[in-house]
């Protein structure tokens, strides 16, 4: 039961780009039957090596609206 527990989390964490952690992988197990604590996914995780990556918010570096001379 382990083994394919961890076989759907590795499934769901490479499907979503890796940016899933431990709470949305497991609301993914529960809604495809398994029934898991985050605790438990967030164990296996870690024994995988998985941890998701952050994605950073995009920010306007470009100011339009200036008063300077424009090339």
């Known amino acids: 039961m ?5 076989q ?10 890796q940016r899933y952690g431990s709470p949305r992988v497991t609301f993914e197990l529960n809604t495809l039957g ?6 438990t996914v967030a ?17 306007v570096t470009t100011n339009s609206k200036h008063n300077y001379l424009v090339v």
């Open 34 to 39: 398994f029934k898991t604590s985050r605790i």
């Open 43 to 59: 164990k296996y995780m870690k024994e995988l090596g998985l941890r998701s990556k952050l994605s950073r918010k995009f920010k």
């Open 8 to 17: 759907e989390i590795i499934a769901i964490y490479f499907s979503s780009k």
């Open 2 to 6: 382990k083994d394919i527990i961890k």
